[in-house]
């Protein structure tokens, strides 16, 4: 089992950064990869970004591409979602999840409650 809290949200700019966190706890955190999702008000949720076990791959929806970066500390259970030159539509409620690599929200097992991210212009 795996059990995840975000943190770092809040109020930026356009053009601003955000750091996300997603702490883990349970034993397994190292041998499963992490996938950050976001939803907006009335959309669907997307992948924004994804990370294997080993943090020797990574994934970056076109939306966001170039612009944020996933990494992970085994060591501290941790992945950070860092995120550059935000713009008003990245604002959504953002979330971590854990289970197997891929986009697709069937692929991961365990999910946080999310953290809100408003980018006002």
């Known amino acids: 089992q795996v059990q995840l809290v975000e943190s770092g949200g809040g109020l930026v700019l356009a053009g601003g950064s955000l750091r996300l966190s997603c702490a883990a706890s349970?034993?397994?955190?190292?041998?499963?990869?992490i996938g950050w999702f976001r939803q907006a008000p009335g959309k669907d949720r997307e992948s924004v970004a994804a990370?294997?076990?080993?943090?020797?791959?990574?994934y970056y929806g076109d939306s966001v591409k170039g612009r944020f970066t996933i990494s992970r500390d085994n060591a501290k259970n941790t992945v950070y979602l860092l995120m550059n030159s935000l713009k008003p539509e990245d604002t959504a409620l953002y979330y971590c999840?854990?289970?197997?690599?891929?986009?697709?929200?069937?692929?991961?097992?365990?999910w946080g409650q999310g953290t809100q991210v408003t980018v006002s212009s």
């Open positions: 999840a854990a289970g197997a690599w891929g986009t697709r929200e069937d692929r991961y097992h365990y």
């Open positions: 349970g034993r397994t955190f190292s041998s499963v990869a």
């Open positions: 990370i294997t076990f080993s943090g020797n791959s990574t």
